[in-house]
Structures are given as structure tokens and as C-alpha cells.
């Protein structure tokens, strides 16, 4: 019997779900820059600093970026860490990571790249100072599994930032899921001629665990010093653990 899981607010076998999330992030990977400063108003770029801000990323440090897509976050830590440091760009989807890679190489760097599960890291244990994902950890199946993997690879010390949408201030509730299921779809029918990974986007937002539940979550797959910081009246929450 196939274990199930959750594609939006569809049940599915787990086996189906990275296929299908494959398919969401491949239609609209040359779009997904575009789409999301349309969504937010911008305002993704203001979270993803305060991230950067957060991460405190010193010369010489080793730094993955999971689920890193067009590499943002990549690419920010690449100017802080100099040629003495390490930041490495991996996500699960190919199409995404070729947006990505190629953003860097016209930004003048040369990160390493790989086409990774983060369920599954191909990296050493106590590898790196900093971990990060970024819009990612909810369409991943097991989120526990990956969480695990990212506290495994960082070094004692280290420390991982989770960005990711998450409960909005219950009297914005109602506006934001006006704005969710009737305006997301059809910005994305507009601008990436697809409205159904937006339909998604908006449902795995509802599935993801809250703030206190995600942190709960890091504290039990080991990560120490748990906290998170809420953005955009919580429709965005930061967290951050430590590997002590």
C-alpha cells in the first residue's frame, strides 16, 4: 500500500507528489522571478535581505543553498563569503536550477551547482556553516527527513534559516485568501499562462505547518535555540536553529 502525502489540498501517493512538484516549478521556471514580484509587491526581495541580514555570513564560510532556484539568496552570500568561502546552489528541479545557474554565471560568479533531493544531501556530515532554504520546504515531502539532513551537514555551530510562507494575523485571513485563490490563479494565467501551479501555491501554503509547529519540528529532528520571526503580518515567517 502507497503511503499518501499532500499536493495542495489533494491527497496523493507520496511516490507522485516530487513528480507533480517537478511539473509545478519546470512550467513556470523561466517566469518564477517575474511572478513573484508581481505576487508580493516586491516585498520577497525586502524578506529575502532581512535573510541575508539574519544569516550574518562571514568571509571564508561554507554556505548550500537548498532549493536555491534563480539564486538569490546564492548569490548574496557569494559576495560575503570572498574566494575564501564556499556557497554551493542546489535544488531538486532542473529547470529551475538551470535559471539559476545561469543567473550566476552572468553575475560574474562560479558557484558549484547541484541537481539534489534535499531529503537526500550529497554532502558530508559538519560540512558547512550555513544552511538555507527559501520558499522550499513546503513542497518537500518529508519535511522532518530534510530538516534532518540540513542540521547533518552543518557544523557544530552552525546554523540553518528557514524562509517560507506561513499564518497570516487572523484578521488579514479572510483579504489574504481572496487574494490567494482568486487573484494568484489568474496573475499566473496572465503572466506565465498557467494558473494552476498558482492554484497550488496557494493551497501548500495552507498545508505548510505553522510558525510554532515548524519550530517544533526543528527542535525535534536536534536543532537547538529555535526561533522565528514573522513577516508581512506572518503570511511569511523566518526561522532559525542552531547545531550545538
Known amino acids: 500500500m502507497n503511503d499518501k502525502t499532500h499536493f495542495g489540498f489533494e491527497t496523493v501517493d507520496e511516490k507522485d507528489k516530487a513528480r507533480r512538484v517537478a511539473g509545478v516549478f519546470s512550467s513556470v521556471a523561466t517566469k518564477y522571478d517575474i511572478m513573484n514580484d508581481l505576487m508580493s509587491g516586491g516585498m520577497h526581495r525586502l524578506w529575502k535581505a532581512f535573510t541575508i541580514q539574519i544569516a550574518n555570513v562571514k568571509r571564508g564560510e561554507k554556505v548550500l543553498d537548498v532549493a536555491g532556484g534563480t539564486a538569490d539568496l546564492s548569490l548574496a552570500f ?129 498545508m505548510h505547518p505553522d510558525q510554532e509547529t515548524l519550530r517544533q519540528m526543528m527542535d525535534t529532528v536536534g536543532f537547538e535555540r529555535t526561533e522565528y520571526f514573522n513577516l508581512a503580518a506572518g503570511a511569511v515567517a523566518l526561522h532559525r536553529g542552531y547545531k550545538l
Open 78 to 206: 557569494a559576495k560575503r563569503v570572498g574566494d575564501t568561502g564556499q556557497v554551493w546552489l542546489t535544488d531538486i528541479n532542473h529547470a529551475m536550477l538551470s535559471v539559476g545557474r545561469d543567473r550566476v554565471v552572468d553575475k560574474g560568479h562560479l558557484l558549484p551547482v547541484a541537481q539534489c533531493d534535499a531529503e537526500k544531501l550529497p554532502f558530508p556530515d559538519d560540512y558547512f556553516d550555513l544552511v538555507t532554504v527559501a520558499f522550499g520546504l513546503r513542497n518537500m515531502t518529508h519535511k522532518d527527513a530534510a530538516l534532518a539532513e540540513m542540521r547533518r551537514v552543518l557544523r557544530p555551530g552552525g546554523r540553518l534559516l528557514v524562509l517560507e510562507f506561513s499564518r497570516i494575523w487572523k484578521p488579514l485571513a479572510s483579504a489574504y485568501d481572496l487574494y490567494s485563490f482568486k487573484v494568484l490563479p489568474w496573475l499566473g494565467q496572465k503572466v506565465a499562462n498557467d494558473s494552476a501551479s498558482y492554484q497550488y501555491l496557494a493551497e501548500s501554503i495552507r
